[in-house]
């Protein structure tokens, strides 16, 4: 069966997207309870601090008080937060700038990833930017909701058809910089995605066997070599012939999520879209 996503993207984005769902049965499950129990605890201990301390904007340092349910970023500064706009890259979604005519922005075009499409919601630039710094290394984790929100409302505002995934899958951490970090920020905002379309979280078949190098530490031809392998699949038979949204943050050059794709589809899944918060601006 053949879907079209609802809206022509961008003016000229009009994928036509494969979905195999068939009769074979799956075991998809909602996120683990240790994932809910763990935020539910943290809210509250974000509660609890909040009355000793009020909170204040993480960007400018203004007392918070417009956001009670305490997303660490005033209403100006939110404001500020540059929203992706077409013209898109039809792949990946990218703000083609001035390069109206083209089709593709020169990541796709050069590297031809293996996902179907990718969303992104904003711009990767401040006060975003550094937003996304302290979200995943100074465990500012109560900014996923409102990342989260911004990722709706992208979905909503192109009237993006995400009833076609049958599963969300975050983009995993290895297990050495899972412990480092303590959470994976990919699995927070998967998680709010999940709850807000009720699509069922998918977050155990995915696997980064290998530990590399961060990717943001490498040049363009870099990453694309360094994060070949990383991912592993857990059991084939929950995935074949599943249309899969891969969820992240960052959208760079997209050569993870592209081989996080490469591995679902060689697992037999459907199409495999990607949704992120943010993505790059194209290489001039
Ligand atoms: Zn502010
Ligand atoms: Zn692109």
Redesign the pocket.
């Known amino acids: 069966m053949q879907l079209l996503i609802r809206r022509e993207f961008g003016g000229n984005f009009n994928t036509k997207v494969t979905n195999n769902q068939g009769d074979e049965q799956h075991e998809l499950t909602y996120p683990a309870p240790d994932v809910r129990i763990s935020a539910v605890f943290k809210d509250l201990m974000q509660g609890l601090s909040h009355l000793v301390y009020p909170p204040h ?1 993480l ?2 340092s ?1 007392h918070d008080t417009a956001h009670p349910s305490g997303s660490g ?2 209403p ?2 939110r404001a500020a937060i540059a929203l992706n706009r077409p013209p898109f890259c039809r792949k990946c979604s990218r703000y083609l700038g001035s390069h109206i005519g083209q089709i593709h922005c020169k990541e796709c075009r050069n590297a031809k990833p293996s996902f179907d499409f990718a969303w992104s919601a904003c711009l990767y630039e401040d006060p975003l930017k550094g937003l996304i710094h302290r979200f995943k290394y100074s465990q500012k984790t109560q900014l996923r909701r409102l990342f989260a929100d911004t990722m709706i409302s992208f979905i909503k505002e192109y009237d993006l058809d995400i009833g076609q995934f049958d599963a969300i899958v975050p983009v995993p951490l290895s297990s050495t910089r899972s412990r480092e970090r303590g959470y994976n920020q990919a699995q927070l905002l998967a998680l709010e995605l999940a709850k807000e379309f009720s699509i069922p979280m998918e977050e155990n078949q995915l696997r980064r066997t290998l530990h590399t190098a961060p990717q943001s530490l490498l040049d363009e031809k870099q990453r694309w070599t360094n994060i070949k392998g990383a991912f592993t699949i857990r059991k084939l038979k929950n995935l074949r012939r599943k249309n899969i949204l891969l969820v992240d943050d960052l959208l760079t050059t997209g050569a993870t999520a592209s081989e996080a794709a490469r591995v679902l589809k060689s697992a037999g899944a459907g199409t495999v879209g990607v949704l992120t918060l943010a993505i790059t601006a194209e290489r001039q």
Do not use: D, L
Request: glycine share 0%; hydrophobic share 40%; with cysteine.
């Open positions: 904007c960007v400018c203004t970023v005033c100006a500064c």
